[in-house]
């Protein structure tokens, strides 16, 4: 049976990662792979995670089953970090939140929730989008259609068609939205347009499904939450997934949430009761292992302080190196504006080359992008800004 089916090709950018680890170029750059990386273009571990990981060593007592909805002291602070502890819709009683597998694990799980709605939802996606969001939903048996969203002349978003499209919509569509830095393009809407986004959601009755995966890498905590919280408090319903992968770090303990804001409180223990059945039906139950160290971290003063600074650091890097990069550029007397990086928020941008420039980047200089031009601004640092930015004016 298993011989009827087809190799695949592979997938790009797990492609161009081993094309980079092959590459003997001593020189070489890797912008392409979505971690964070630090100066020395290392993705440690957060010295609070270390601290967070080690006192639950010691208290650990058991590794017996958490359950399909995860602990609920990580689900009740991962939504105190989202929506605020006196969002109107935390107040009211209509928020639930459980422990995923990160981000990933959340989108499916809200997909096949959507699924369970009506075999019929169609899912609107930004174009572009993170290219997983396509078979998270669309493995889910979910419609897909597209909103403009980036305007690859202007690097700017296009707004009044993102608009235009979505008063398309009809009640029940599912409107999936990037709740702050952008994947891929890293233009992220104003706080006026989250709030016309709102009205028209009100209005045409769809479900917002906000992807919240770099929360504090953006501005900062509260403000990279702000759109998605004024949405909040105008539709009756949203579903929010979120990741801990980046601003914890936690890349591989795959640690997550998904919170469901229902109209009335009798609903949201029937949307528990529905999400804890999906996650049954996937992957039974979260693993513990990143949730507690969340938790640990969260629920200490002290730790939550020191994580406020390290992100802090992480998410200033990734600011000055939008700068420096954008100075350098303009220094080097390379002709087009490419201010917009220093708007864009979080870890990527599209350069706005074309895939033969990229492909150029690649084979004479060795440095590594995905064909979009999207680029990992933490992959900069002060020791390949130089190359990056020589090479850049050596292709255009
Ligand atoms: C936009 C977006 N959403 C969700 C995720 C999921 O992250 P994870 O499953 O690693 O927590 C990512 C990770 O790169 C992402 O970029």
Known sequence: ML????????????????????????LKIDLGVGVYKDEAGNTPVLEVVTQAQRHNIQAETTKAYIGPAGTPGFGQLMETLILGADHPAVLAGRTNTLQTPGGCGALRSAAELLKRCSKN??????????????????????????YPYYDRETSGIQFDQMIAALEQTSAGDVVLLHGCCHNPCGADLTLEQWQRVAEVAKDRGFLPLVDLAYQGLGDGLEEDAAGLRILAAVVPEMLITASCSKNFGLYRERTGSITAISRTRVSR?????QLCSVVRGIYSMPPAHGAAIVETILSSEELTAQWYEELAVMRNRINDLRKLVVEKIAARGITGDFSFITHQKGMFSFLGITPEQVGQLREEHGIYMVDSSRINIAGINDANVDRLVDALAQVL
């Open 269 to 273: 223990d029937i949307t528990h009761s």
């Open 3 to 26: 011989e009827t089916l087809k190799k695949l090709p592979e997938d790009p950018i797990l492609g161009l990662m081993a094309a980079y680890r092959k590459d003997s170029n001593p």
């Open 121 to 146: 939802t169609t899912v609107w996606v930004s174009n572009p989008t993170w290219a997983n969001h396509i078979p998270l939903m669309g493995d889910a048996g979910l419609a897909i259609r597209e």
